[in-house]
């Protein structure tokens, strides 16, 4: 059973993938000089005995699941000195394969030289990776309270060892069980900020609230009840508003079709309300200056009453200019005008006015 992509196996004659700006960031950020945590330490040192741990601690757990971490757990694990070695010969092998692609040989007897370096280094990739799989489960299992499967960690954690693999520089002196464990870290966290939510958030801000939502499981189970605020800053030795802040952006968004019920029944955005809707008293008020609008108008002289509702869309609800209002009457623009102003003179007398100005307020 394998749970890594084939598909990122160099083939024959491929070279190694050009640098993408990703991968070429993480590289950047990579200081072999920086020591480990304690934890990670002792995750690499404790891998002899990873296989019992995971069966204790991811319960329920599958039978493909199972079968994966026993098949694992069988490939032993390899000495400082044969990482270089095997760093070596894949290094080897990249430049031998980059030589056949070139065609760079003298005659038959070199190429197949060449064809035999490449398959060694392709060997030693292998062993690499498959001798620090159990070194990605371990990963995985600190980031188990995320919304991604387990399975699906050890997917992404995979390729960040395979990463690893390629870029590893054996003549720096780390360990490659160290190098790799940043790479799987890194390869993990960015799956769960970009795959577990339908708003990306920063690779940080997701490795914090994962620590975040174990602290709330851990106090739930102490207290008995939902953790406060104040108790989570406690236990995370954060401040108040950082913890506010991971709280919020943990929750996590829904979609608004999404079924109420099993039976599929009705929608989540048929229980929210329409604020842009009018309230009945909005409604109430709408209706009454509509009828003391018209009581106004009716007061006016037939033709004024129409040219102010032309141009002011009171009938249809659109405007017209000055000429399209003319041409209605057959007159002349500065007339429309004139006459309109008059109409509004009208309307802002106290005893026709007042009964208006009321609304305004």
């Given amino acids: 059973m394998k749970a890594f992509p084939q598909n990122h196996h160099l083939a024959d004659g491929e070279i190694e993938p050009e640098e993408t700006a990703e991968a070429a960031e993480l590289d950047a950020e990579w200081d072999g ?5 304690a934890e990670d330490e002792a995750l ?8 019992d741990e995971i069966d204790v ?20 694990l390899l000495t400082a000195e044969e990482e270089v070695e095997l760093a070596r010969q894949y290094r080897r092998g990249k430049e031998a394969r980059q030589r056949l692609q070139n065609e760079d040989y003298a005659n038959d007897r070199e190429r197949m030289r060449l064809e035999i370096e490449q398959a060694r280094g392709e060997e030693a990739r292998r062993r690499l990776i498959q001798a620090n799989l159990r070194l990605v489960v371990s990963v995985a299992k600190k980031y188990i309270g ?5 399975m699906d960690l050890v997917q992404e954690g995979n390729i960040g060892l395979m990463r690893a693999v390629e870029k590893f520089d054996y003549t720096k002196g780390n360990r490659f069980s160290t190098y790799a464990t940043w790479w799987i870290r890194q390869a993990v966290t960015r799956a769960i900020a970009e795959q577990s939510r339908l708003i990306r958030l920063p690779v940080h801000l997701s490795e914090s609230i994962v620590h975040l939502r174990r602290a709330i499981y851990r106090l739930e189970q102490e207290l008995e009840r939902e953790p406060t605020p104040e108790e989570l800053a406690h236990a995370l030795n954060m401040s108040l508003r950082k913890v ?18 099993a039976d599929q029944e009705g929608r989540v955005s048929e229980t929210l309300a329409d604020e842009t809707a009018a309230s009945p008293m909005e409604i109430a008020e709408q209706n009454m200056l509509q009828a003391e ?12 009453r129409k040219i102010l509702q032309l141009r002011y869309g ?18 002349t623009r ?24 009321g609304y305004l307020e």
């Fill in 33 to 37: 000089d920086v020591e480990l945590e």
């Fill in 314 to 331: 009171l009938l249809d609800g659109q405007r017209r200019t000055l000429e399209e209002v003319g041409a209605t009457f057959g007159i």
């Fill in 244 to 261: 506010k802040r991971l709280l919020r952006a943990s929750t996590q968004p829904i979609s608004l079709e999404q079924p109420l019920n």
């Fill in 57 to 76: 601690d991811i319960e329920p757990v599958e039978d493909s699941v199972q079968l994966y971490l026993q098949e694992i757990g069988q490939v032993p």
């Fill in 293 to 304: 609008l018209n009581a106004a108008l009716n007061e006016l002289p037939e033709r004024e």
């Fill in 44 to 51: 690499i040192e404790s891998l002899e005995d990873l296989s």
């Fill in 334 to 357: 500065e007339r429309t005008r004139q006459i309109e102003a008059e109409a509004l003179r009208r309307l802002r007398h106290p005893s026709v006015g007042n009964r208006l100005f």
């Fill in 146 to 150: 995320s919304p991604m499967a387990f």
